[in-house]
T-cell receptor
């Protein structure tokens, strides 16, 4: 149980385009989801926390206008990388809170490559 | 400034022996610690956790030790199996604090464990 899926698993896009990544909780409802980014040989860095039906909370240094998060339902959160640039190339992972405290399920991640 | 440090990027052990993965932290507000295992092309999966009121937590072959004075924790896997080969992430949170407690997880960079048959 508590499975989280992400789509797509990888994407290659041209610089300047926007990319949407979906995160779904398959067998449970997730009121809170977390978006992480991981650069090669680096740790998972929290980008933002999204709560169903409300605005996301962004971590310091993360541009909210560039990384648009929408948590419109209890099973779906989306991250849109707007006007992507090569420096946005990274591994993006979402996580959903299963129950308190700190019990999380992680998605398999999305590899974004911006040319 | 990295608050959670896993100084060994990789570790190689023989099947049946003990694997010891280390993690250090700098933030004294951290009071809950977790270990995650990650296989390639998959998301991290929860392995074991420990709160600051304990110094040891055991679950089957996995034991986590916490030394609060040294701000150090370690994960022991005994006996190690080839299927344990993965990247192990240490994560910390200050959730138990009554004031300003946060469920935000801070991750280390991970240690790649290879268990050789």
């Amino acid at each position: 149980g508590a499975v989280v899926s992400q789509h797509p698993s990888w994407v290659i896009c041209k610089s300047g385009t926007s990319v949407k990544i979906e995160c779904r909780s398959l067998d449970f409802q997730a009121t809170t989801m977390f978006w992480y980014r991981q650069f090669p040989k680096q740790s998972l860095m929290l980008m933002a926390t999204s709560n169903e039906g409300s605005k996301a909370t962004y971590e310091q240094g993360v541009e909210k206008d560039k990384f648009l998060i929408n948590h419109a339902s209890l099973t779906l959160s989306t991250l849109t990388v707007t006007s992507a640039h090569p420096e946005d190339s990274s591994f993006y992972i979402c996580s959903a809170r299963v129950r308190l405290p700190l019990v999380r399920s992680f998605g398999p991640g999305t590899r974004l490559t911006v040319l | 400034d990295q608050q959670v440090k896993q100084n060994s990027p990789s570790l190689s052990v023989q099947e049946g022996r003990i694997s010891i993965l280390n993690c250090d932290y700098t933030n004294s507000m951290f009071d809950y610690f977790l270990w995650y295992k990650k296989y390639p092309a998959e998301g991290p999966t929860f392995l074991i956790s420990i709160s600051s009121i304990k110094d040891k937590n055991e679950d089957g072959r996995f034991t986590v030790f916490l030394n609060k004075s040294a701000k150090h924790l370690s994960l022991h896997i005994v006996p190690s199996q080839p299927g344990d080969s993965a990247v192990y992430f240490c994560a910390a949170s200050g959730i138990l604090h009554t004031q300003g407690g946060s469920e935000k997880l801070v991750f280390g960079k991970g240690t790649k464990l290879t268990v050789n048959p």
